[in-house]
């Protein structure tokens, strides 16, 4: 079985910080139109600009999917705007303000809800046009059944296109492996996004299949409800157009707080890192590395990152100039250097990588990004091996400081090390996050067998 090739950036992934720049731009510019009083606007607009995020991310005022209808967009203005009052007189009891005009700052709210509604009830009408007009910004699926509920729904994507999906074709299965091997093949080849089964066609055997299938090439798989023993699992329920679809697999990362709080960690650890460490370990070091081999002071090498999307990834140079740097490190490797060995048994050629967490690229805990020829090895090998990717790689992860970092020498290196980090995917907390980055800590500190 091939493997689909890596997936590009959308440009829809850029709608979503777009609507939260533009919102941030008109509460905080909106401040200075209306007389409200207000003596301390810095600190007005530090508290309203948190109290809008911290709204935002708990009603999940940004989470409208191609499949939300107006009313549900409606609900989200009147909830986020309902939380807004509340956190924007509450400013005048915690900072103390009785001058503030009370009438002003209601023309401030109308104002604000004014605009704000008709940016978001404006983006959400020209991006449904967009889809059903232009056809962009679509997603290819197929479907695997023949139930009502399964007709039911290639109507909707036939007929609703300004839900953005592209229905491509529909695989009847009826327990024949050479059917789902075809329809594994379609899929590849026609670059699908998301699958839709249902479950009642299904024998257990196919769904594991499929399953596995839909993991190790980063493709969204939805069932159709039935009474199988999917159900067992924790599944997450949506619907489209009143017919019911269940996501297989629901990661913490993506919700909309949980992204917020790991992204804030990520920007404040790598900002000390890089001003406190790296602004004066740089010059040392890269003296250090340059003395000692001809070369940069640091290596970049294009790594597979969230979704198989490349990105250059950093790292102090270690080794002397060669042809063969696809080819990871292994014990007494010739190719290192004398400082090289002292970095790499310490840890501090991976610092560079905090760069690439402030750029967006890497989070400071997560998989580990690996070699692109890794991913041609172990992708089609490794159970569920591509899950990995539904997050951004990290710099240390569950797998390194429970052992399993460096070279690959044995099957059960790779295997143990996608088992800890499809179990960190699934069960992400930012508690893991802490325990991970201290338990890191002291494995530096003590030394690691396999850093070298």
Same mark, same amino acid.
């Given at each position: 079985?091939?493997?689909?090739?890596?997936? @590009?950036?959308?440009?829809? !992934?850029?709608?979503?910080?777009?609507?939260?720049?533009?919102?941030?731009?008109?509460?905080?510019?909106?401040?200075?139109?209306?007389?409200?009083?207000?003596?301390?606007?810095?600190?007005?607009?530090?508290?309203?600009?948190?109290?809008?995020?911290?709204?935002?991310?708990?009603?999940?005022?940004?989470?409208?999917?191609?499949?939300?209808?107006?009313?549900?967009?409606?609900?989200?203005?009147?909830?986020?705007?309902?939380?807004?009052?509340?956190?924007?007189?509450?400013?005048?009891?915690?900072?103390?303000?009785?001058?503030?005009?009370?009438?002003?700052?209601?023309?401030?709210?109308?104002?604000?809800?004014?605009?704000?509604?008709?940016?978001?009830?404006?983006?959400?009408?020209?991006?449904?046009?967009?889809?059903?007009?232009?056809?962009?910004?679509?997603?290819?699926?197929?479907?695997?059944?023949?139930?009502?509920?399964?007709?039911?729904?290639?109507?909707?994507?036939?007929?609703?296109?300004?839900?953005?999906?592209?229905?491509?074709?529909?695989?009847?299965?009826?327990?024949?492996?050479?059917?789902?091997?075809?329809?594994?093949?379609?899929?590849?080849?026609?670059?699908?996004?998301?699958?839709?089964?249902?479950?009642? !066609?299904?024998?257990?055997?196919?769904?594991?299949?499929?399953?596995?299938?839909?993991?190790?090439?980063?493709?969204?798989?939805?069932?159709?409800?039935?009474?199988?023993?999917?159900?067992?699992?924790?599944?997450?329920?949506?619907?489209? !157009?009143?017919?019911?679809?269940?996501?297989?697999?629901?990661?913490?990362?993506?919700?909309?707080?949980?992204?917020?709080?790991?992204?804030?960690?990520?920007?404040?650890?790598? @900002?000390?890192?890089?001003?406190?460490?790296?602004?004066?370990?740089?010059?040392?070091?890269?003296?250090?590395?340059?003395?000692?081999?001809?070369?940069?002071?640091? +290596?970049?090498?294009?790594?597979?990152?969230?979704?198989?999307?490349?990105?250059?990834?950093?790292? +102090?140079?270690?080794?002397?100039?060669?042809?063969?740097?696809?080819?990871?490190?292994?014990?007494?490797?010739?190719?290192?250097?004398?400082?090289?060995?002292?970095?790499?048994?310490?840890?501090?050629?991976?610092?560079?990588?905090?760069?690439?967490?402030?750029?967006?690229?890497?989070?400071?805990?997560?998989?580990?990004?690996?070699?692109?020829?890794?991913?041609?090895?172990?992708?089609?090998?490794?159970?569920?091996?591509?899950?990995?990717? +539904?997050?951004?790689?990290?710099? @240390?992860?569950?797998?390194?400081?429970?052992?399993?970092?460096?070279?690959?020498?044995?099957?059960?290196?790779?295997?143990?090390?996608?088992?800890?980090?499809?179990?960190?995917?699934?069960?992400?907390?930012?508690?893991?996050?802490?325990?991970?980055?201290?338990?890191?800590?002291?494995?530096?500190?003590?030394?690691?067998?396999?850093?070298?």
């Amino acid at each position: 079985m091939k493997l689909r090739l890596p997936k @590009t950036e959308r440009n829809s !992934d850029y709608i979503k910080p777009l609507s939260y720049v533009m919102d941030l731009v008109v509460v905080n510019g909106l401040a200075f139109l209306f007389q409200t009083l207000i003596t301390n606007t810095i600190l007005f607009g530090i508290y309203i600009s948190c109290a809008w995020i911290i709204i935002s991310l708990k009603s999940n005022f940004y989470s409208v999917q191609r499949y939300t209808s107006i009313v549900q967009v409606l609900r989200l203005i009147v909830v986020q705007f309902l939380l807004f009052l509340l956190a924007l007189y509450a400013f005048i009891g915690f900072f103390k303000q009785p001058n503030i005009s009370r009438v002003g700052l209601g023309n401030y709210l109308l104002g604000v809800l004014s605009i704000v509604s008709i940016i978001k009830l404006l983006l959400f009408i020209l991006l449904n046009k967009y889809r059903s007009t232009q056809l962009g910004n679509y997603r290819n699926v197929v479907v695997l059944g023949d139930t009502d509920k399964i007709r039911q729904l290639i109507y909707v994507f036939n007929k609703k296109l300004d839900f953005g999906f592209k229905f491509k074709r529909q695989f009847v299965l009826k327990g024949d492996e050479f059917s789902l091997k075809r329809c594994f093949n379609f899929i590849i080849e026609n670059e699908i996004d998301e699958i839709y089964a249902s479950v009642a !066609d299904l024998s257990n055997k196919q769904i594991n299949k499929i399953i596995d299938f839909a993991d190790n090439n980063l493709i969204e798989l939805k069932f159709i409800p039935d009474n199988k023993d999917i159900y067992s699992k924790k599944l997450k329920y949506e619907y489209y !157009d009143y017919i019911p679809i269940l996501s297989l697999r629901n990661i913490p990362i993506e919700e909309p707080i949980n992204k917020f709080a790991k992204r804030l960690l990520d920007i404040l650890i790598s @900002t000390g890192v890089i001003f406190f460490i790296l602004s004066w370990l740089v010059p040392i070091l890269g003296l250090l590395i340059v003395l000692e081999s001809k070369g940069p002071i640091f +290596f970049r090498q294009d790594r597979p990152g969230i979704k198989e999307r490349g990105f250059g990834c950093y790292k +102090f140079r270690s080794m002397a100039i060669n042809s063969s740097t696809e080819n990871s490190a292994t014990r007494n490797d010739p190719r290192i250097t004398r400082i090289g060995k002292f970095i790499r048994r310490t840890s501090i050629d991976e610092l560079p990588q905090f760069f690439n967490v402030l750029f967006g690229q890497m989070s400071v805990v997560g998989p580990r990004p690996h070699l692109w020829r890794q991913n041609e090895i172990y992708g089609s090998t490794v159970s569920k091996y591509m899950v990995r990717y +539904f997050v951004k790689p990290g710099i @240390t992860g569950l797998a390194q400081i429970k052992g399993y970092r460096g070279e690959i020498e044995t099957k059960e290196d790779i295997i143990n090390r996608t088992k800890y980090d499809v179990f960190y995917i699934e069960n992400w907390s930012i508690l893991m996050d802490f325990n991970i980055v201290i338990q890191t800590i002291l494995n530096i500190v003590k030394g690691e067998d396999k850093a070298y």
